[in-house]
T-cell receptor, first 115, second 117 residues
Framework: GAGVSQTPSNKVTEKGKYVELRCDPI?????LYWYRQSLGQGPEFLIY????????DSGLPNDRFFAVRPEGSVSTLKIQRTERGDSAVYLC?????????????FGPGTRLTVL | AQKVTQAQTEISVVEKEDVTLDCVYE???????LFWYKQPPSGELVFLIR??????QNEISGRYSWNFQKSTSSFNFTITASQVVDSAVYFC??????????????FGTGTRLQVTL
């Protein structure tokens, strides 16, 4: 079946602008995760959803970052007043449940560049 | 807090050599899960294996094998007879087994493997 998909694959924006990154999880997966990967680093956890609710947003760096999953499927990561330091690859993953017994499968990522 | 250390930043081998990628982890959870992911130049993270903390049996899958040792908090990954297609960045990751920790993967910084002819 189809894997996790993310759009756009690349996003270039100017400092101060607002951006939205979209994630479409594997069908039937109730848990959805966002990670951020800076150059030369491993992915870092941002937030995860169980169904429609954000169950853990402890990884969001500040209040410019927000994510929603209104119908329990597609999720959107929103970044306000972007800064150059926000440039990174934003990865989305999904799993059957948030239990550690279920593997997280990753999408191809969105490369965000803030000029 | 959970931590994963991959001390090898980059490894270069010639095709057909065996190579071992090291992973050392720290956690206070008694139940936890360990993972290896591969990130080829295309960028997508590909799941390779998951182990739980109660199962220390080593695993072999084709040319890949994994050695899990709780006594040394290590989960090392060996590729036998490496091939050029194995060139990628490999990440070790850890998640907890309890609510609140189970859902976050903590990744190491990755090991870049370069296999040449």
């Amino acid at each position: 079946g189809a894997g996790v998909s993310q759009t756009p694959s690349n996003k270039v924006t100017e400092k101060g602008k607002y951006v939205e990154l979209r994630c479409d999880p594997i069908s039937g997966h109730t848990a959805l995760y966002w990670y951020r990967q800076s150059l030369g680093q491993g992915p870092e956890f941002l937030i995860y959803f169980q169904g429609t609710g954000a169950a853990d947003d402890s990884g969001l760096p500040n209040d410019r970052f927000f994510a929603v999953r209104p119908e329990g499927s597609v999720s959107t990561l929103k970044i306000q007043r972007t800064e150059r330091g926000d440039s990174a690859v934003y990865l989305c993953a999904s799993s059957l449940s948030p239990s550690g017994t279920d593997t997280q499968y990753f999408g191809p990522g969105t490369r965000l560049t803030v000029l | 807090a959970q931590k994963v250390t991959q001390a090898q930043t980059e490894i270069s081998v010639v095709e057909k050599e065996d190579v071992t990628l090291d992973c050392v982890y720290e956690t206070r959870d008694t139940t936890y899960y360990l993972f290896w992911y591969k990130q080829p130049p295309s960028g997508e993270l590909v799941f390779l294996i998951r182990r739980n903390s109660f199962d220390e049996q080593n695993e072999i899958s084709g040319r890949y094998s994994w050695n899990f040792q709780k006594s040394t908090s290590s989960f090392n990954f060996t590729i036998t007879a490496s091939q050029v297609v194995d060139s990628a960045v490999y990440f070790c990751a850890l998640s907890g087994g309890y609510t609140g920790t189970a859902s976050k993967l903590t990744f190491g910084t990755g090991t870049r493997l370069q296999v040449t002819l």
